[in-house]
């Protein structure tokens, strides 16, 4: 089993950018590829980026290409979202997530976190 805690998000203005955090426990972290979803308000969860197990590949949905980025440090098991450029359509609940494949799928991920809020102010 792995848990996975999320932090970072808050309210930001159109433009400016946060950094999310998700801290690992449990089993190996560097066994796992990790991924970002969120899912704004009376919507579907969505891929945003993954990162494979050494951090050597990253990949983003086209919308958040250029202002997102996805990293990790597998000595402090934990992976991170730079957010810059933040526009209202960003606003959402943002999970991080952990899984043994790189996939932009959500039914590839085996663990969840609970989750952390960013809601983007225009």
């Known amino acids: 089993q792995v848990q996975l805690v999320e932090s970072g998000g808050g309210l930001v203005q159109a433009g400016g950018s946060l950094r999310l955090s998700c801290a690992a426990s449990?089993?190996?972290?560097?066994?796992?590829?990790m991924g970002w979803f969120r899912q704004g308000p009376g919507k579907e969860r969505e891929f945003v980026a993954a990162?494979?197990?050494?951090?050597?590949?990253?990949g983003y949905l086209p919308f958040v290409k250029g202002r997102f980025t996805i990293s990790r440090d597998n000595a402090k098991n934990t992976v991170y979202l730079q957010m810059n450029s933040l526009n209202p359509a960003d606003t959402a609940v943002y999970y991080c997530?952990?899984?043994?494949?790189?996939?932009?799928?959500?039914?590839?991920?085996?663990?969840w976190g609970q989750g952390t809020q960013v809601t983007v102010s225009s």
């Open positions: 997530a952990a899984g043994g494949s790189y996939s932009t799928r959500e039914s590839t991920y085996n663990y």
């Open positions: 449990g089993r190996t972290f560097s066994d796992y590829v």
């Open positions: 990162i494979t197990r050494s951090g050597g590949l990253t």
